[in-house]
């Protein structure tokens, strides 16, 4: 008899990948779940078809982590195309090439600068930002006349790399839920420049970088405060009700508790004490 694909037991795993450019990341994360044979996964952070780069990706209970993770400010490379200009604000709909004159590269290391802090923006139609339960791109793409609704991105720093004209690179950190298609198109009108994105890479979000897909330890990437449990451990390895006394914080907020073999995540407020994830093996 044929070996199914998916013939393993399901895993708890978490891994940074890297996603190459012009395929979507749901393509990729099945790509990613044939290599390792399960598919229960899921991941953060959808990327463009467009761009590439760093993708946290979970199999098993640690597909439930996804709210709880280290995951911002992210950061990002990307190269402008001077006097390109396209549809979806990157390489795939240029529609128009023009020459341009050469810019001043103090010029453009001020406004790269300038760029940190909160900005104003309409997201590109082109982007991965779900509109009614669909990906904005997939609307555009099918002629359906997409409006965007006007978001507010910070930008946490940003750092000149080149200029080679036409072509422009930079970093930027920014804020969750930021598009650097937007930001480039910021710098741009500041320049008082057209232009495109010609390439595009996350480089982490938050504490997560790419490092050949090594096994990383959910504790060392949680964004949750550590409570000690002073009960006995059958009552969270069963899932029973806990009582605020056997906790030695009792503040009201979310808190993880740790023991050897599996943690959970905690809720306390109004001074009763809920599970919003139980028993996550290690």
């Not at 010029?107 to 139609?125: A, M, Q, S």
């Not at 940003?158 to 422009?168: A, D, E, G, I, V």
């Not at 504790?219 to 451990?233: E, S």
């Amino acid at each position: 008899m044929q070996k199914r694909l998916y013939d393993k037991e399901p895993l708890n795993k978490l891994v940074v990948v890297k996603k190459p450019m012009f395929m979507s990341s749901n393509s990729y994360l099945n790509r990613i779940k044939r290599k390792y044979k399960n598919k229960k996964a899921g991941f953060s952070g959808t990327l463009d078809p467009f761009a590439k780069g760093c993708l946290i990706v979970a199999f098993g209970q640690y597909s439930k982590l996804f709210n709880y993770l280290a995951k911002t400010p992210k950061s990002y490379r990307t190269t402008i195309w001077l006097g390109a200009q396209s549809e979806s604000l990157d390489l795939e709909n240029i529609h128009s090439n023009e020459e341009c004159e050469i810019l001043s590269e103090s010029l453009i290391k001020e406004e790269i600068k300038n760029l940190i802090g909160d900005i104003t923006y309409l997201p590109p139609k082109y982007s991965a930002k779900k509109i009614d339960g669909k990906r904005a791109y997939d609307l555009a793409r099918a002629g359906i006349d997409v409006k965007m609704k006007e978001s507010t991105m910070t930008i946490v720093d940003t750092k000149f790399l080149s200029y080679s004209h036409p072509f422009l690179t930079f970093e930027a950190t920014v804020s969750e839920g930021s598009y650097i298609r937007s930001l480039a198109q910021e710098l741009l009108k500041k320049l008082n420049r057209v232009g495109t994105l010609s390439y595009l890479e996350r480089l982490n979000e938050g504490k997560f970088f790419y490092e050949n897909e090594k096994d990383l330890n959910p504790l060392d990437y949680l964004d949750i405060p550590r409570n000690k449990y002073t009960g006995t451990k059958e009552w969270l390895d069963f899932g029973k009700k806990i009582a605020l006394d056997y906790l030695e914080i009792k503040d009201e907020g979310k808190y993880l508790i740790v023991f050897d073999d599996f943690f959970s995540i905690i809720q306390i407020e109004n001074n009763e004490v809920k599970y919003l994830l139980n028993k996550v093996l290690l």
